[in-house]
DNA sequence: TCATCTAATGATAGCGCTGTCATCGTAGCC
DNA sequence: GGCTACGATGACAGCGCTATCATTAGATGA
């Protein structure tokens, strides 16, 4: 094991007190510089590398960000946590994760161990905190920044957009393209997917297309196959059903594969919209209909607006809606 | 913000000494029960949490295992990671990521950033570190684990697969099933993808059925979309092409999809495997085969391994095989 | 009964760094 | 020339915890 080099060694071999070279790292400004000269030279001379921990204790304060989303498999995370790194992945900072598993409670307990390391910045996916959990965030003394999602009372800030809305926008497109029997196919049903049905279900209805009939759900996590079985269930509860707007892109792509298994025509006999719009819906045939979700910028802004806040410069606009667009294509072109 | 309760505060409350609190919280069989149930009310009624920071500077030593991964958007990463978390979640460990898109040179700057905080373990994928790198991880003094991947030399401990080996199973069904011009579709080709191929290429040869014409890789990522570009470009080049086989199952998708659109029956015309075998496999129309990794398991036995060593106990064999499995499916059924 | 051992608890010091205030020297000014 | 003001540097203490050794009380045995 390579021995730990101390400040203290570093300002004996730069012949100054293990305080300037303190100062030296981290506000060059403050010294002169022919000190901080010798100081960087000492520094790479032994390798010098600050140990976090004792930092951490001196200042009260860590350098990392915690950042809690609700699973670390779905791409629709991944995303977010990857505009973060890039973000992020130059500063000081470190990201540090925690999988909630969609459970408050979870989420509530991984907050108390953020919590204790007296973090630089907290990201919590959402708007769904417990009450408990809600006012931990407001408690805790660093930028908070709720993203995905938009929502009329920010502990702090928010990147994200209205998942109802976005919901809304999709069925608006596929009553336009003529589609005059829509349903709704959702696994999970977390609170955001809930949203995002009650999006369908109002523009459904001030179309005069509504069903709750042809709206097929499962708490089950969503994927591939289960949206296959989701589109079994509901065309053969509801043939007359034309279309489906997916919770997601794999329940969208399990539907498009069971349509073609039930011998269904996409778009004619059967259009289908996903959610998200992940990469491989455009490249899908035929391709598919989704709504795109700006995830990798959200995570981009969320990092910017905690480094913003940290040193001390303007964040911005607490609330960032990154409005979701519907990408059109072939999956929805309209019934024969 | 809740003030933050320390030792000597439980202590005082609860009648001892800052140290026998100290003692009763980590190893409470060193105290007397009453004692003991003593500083457990006091903990309790203060809501005391202990200081990671502090505890880290004491010892010289932080309960965080480091993993260090490729890429947080690839399913096959965050499925090891769930494996991990879900192995640790209840330990007193926490887990810190650090991504090193694939570039040796961040995973060796990465390293260092870790290893400045003294890990109690470290969990890296593959097996293609830097010299420095393998250098630094032979003389972190705690435990190693490489993960994805087996080979020759662990610097510690080893879970995973030989990636040549899966490939060239793939290669030996597809043969198996009476395909006689496979071709190997492969991108971003990383160490991993390339052992992939070298197995590939050794079956294809051993059964006299090896073309390099019939080989089409990009150094870009993978994609659903990338896997239909190189399928089309393929198929153009080499008309007579009768299987794929896919270095992942986003190519695979995509080959699917292309192979739709250039009006190739699938399986009769065109045989398709892929690698992973993620869960969209198994519901595709037709459904596709697939080569089976264990992911989460050897998230699961990386964490137990690096847990038994943490805590004096044997942590089994140093190098664990998890063998993939092909799993054959109507996309390998064999040429008309 | 007394030396001896063991289990339980405590006192002390220090991990590596930084906040706070003190000190020093020099420039600038009347 | 003497004063203030300010920039650069340093001394000191302490963040919250634990390693180490010391101390105490009780158990054990001759």
Redesign the pocket.
């Known amino acids: 094991m390579a021995k730990?080099v101390?400040?203290?060694e570093v300002a004996a071999q730069a012949g100054?007190?293990?305080?300037?070279v303190?100062?030296a790292?981290?506000r060059p400004d403050?010294?002169?510089p022919d000190?901080r000269a010798r100081i960087d030279a000492a520094v790479a001379a032994l390798g010098y590398v600050?140990?976090p921990a004792?930092?951490a204790?001196?200042?009260?304060r860590a350098d990392v960000i915690g950042v809690l989303i609700p699973s670390a498999t779905n791409a629709v995370f991944t995303d977010v946590l990857t505009g973060l790194y890039d973000e992020l992945s130059e500063t000081r900072f470190d990201l540090q994760y925690g999988i909630t598993r969609y459970e408050p409670a979870t989420e509530e307990k991984l907050l108390g161990v953020f919590l204790r390391q007296r973090p630089a910045g907290l990201i919590v996916a959402g708007i769904d905190q417990t009450p408990a959990a809600r006012r931990l965030l407001e408690r805790a003394d660093c930028p908070v920044v709720q993203v995905m999602e938009t929502g009329p009372d920010p502990v702090d800030m928010m990147v994200g957009f209205s998942h109802h809305d976005a919901a809304a926008a999709a069925t608006r497109h596929l009553i336009a393209q003529g589609y005059r029997n829509p349903g709704f196919l959702g696994a999970r049903m977390d609170p955001r997917t809930q949203r995002r049905f009650a999006g369908f279900r109002a523009e459904a209805e001030a179309g005069g297309v509504f069903d709750p009939e042809r709206c097929e759900t499962t708490p089950v996590p969503s994927s591939v196959g289960g949206g296959a079985a989701l589109l079994r269930a509901l065309m053969t509860r509801r043939p007359e059903t034309d279309a489906v707007f997916c919770n997601n892109d794999d329940l969208a792509m399990g539907a498009l594969f069971e349509a073609m298994r039930m011998g269904f025509p996409v778009p004619e006999r059967l259009g289908i919209c996903g959610f998200n719009d992940l990469e491989m819906m455009h490249a899908a045939e035929p391709a598919l209909t989704s709504v795109r979700t700006n995830r990798f910028e959200m995570g981009v802004r969320a990092a910017r607006m905690i480094r913003a806040r940290l040193d001390g410069r303007d964040p911005g606009p607490a609330l960032i809606d990154l409005k979701p667009q519907v990408q059109a294509r072939r999956s929805t072109g309209g019934p024969s």
Chains 1, 2 share one sequence.
Do not use: E, F, H, K
């Open positions: 730990r101390t400040l203290a100054v007190s293990p305080i300037t303190s100062r790292l981290r403050t010294v002169q000190t600050p140990d004792a930092r204790l001196a200042t009260g």
